[in-house]
């Protein structure tokens, strides 16, 4: 007996999306140990890990999403031959991971980006610009995008004392997100959620190196 195609859609839905969760938790753990060993070698920086809730601004029905992020910001040391001075850079490179799931939308995307910070202390503010590659799932159909924008504002705080012998530790991120969802396939297939445009709240912890 044939199966009917929303059964068909339903069971790929669920496939992609346990993939998916396969997918970032691999990926994750992989950007952090990379990120963890370029910081201990030769970066200085901080890896992170933060969560928080996502809403639409387009008006879309089914948006208001979780997200879920793994990233790092990194910079050459101080002392060293890409940075003559005493202190880390101000500007520095961005990568990450983030996942985003509501009813309608899941998402996976690989952001990379330009960071304006500063170590925070005890506090400080950072700015990130770049771009999110992405694979998603909506309304049970997939779809893709890449090079679509994405920016995030926030604080980091100090966390414990540090000094110049351990100028190292955690820190807490508070974060506004944007970014805007370019999906392809929607866009071929005629379908109407052509554009997602999102803004979240992120709280993250993280590790810091100078």
Known sequence: MPLKPAVVAGVASARLTGCS???????????????????????????????????????????????????????????????????????????????INSEILKSIGWTTGIAIYSAPRPLSGYVIVGTNGHFDVINGRPTFGNLNPYAEIGLSAQVGPR????????????????????????????????IDMLVGIKYGIGYEME
């Open 21 to 99: 969760a396969a997918l970032l938790t691999g990926c994750s753990a992989a950007l952090l140990t990379g990120c963890s060993a370029a910081l201990l070698t030769g970066c200085s920086g901080w890896v992170r890990a933060a969560a928080g809730p996502s809403y639409s601004m387009t008006g879309q029905v089914g948006r208001a999403a979780h997200s879920i992020a793994v990233d790092t910001v990194f910079t050459a040391k101080p002392k060293t031959w890409l940075n003559r001075g005493s202190a880390p850079l101000p500007v520095g490179f961005h990568v990450g991971l983030l996942g």
């Open 163 to 194: 000094t110049k012998e351990r100028n190292h530790g955690f820190i807490f991120t508070l974060a506004l997100d944007s970014q805007i969802l370019v999906n392809n396939l929607a866009i071929v297939r005629g379908e109407p959620d052509k």
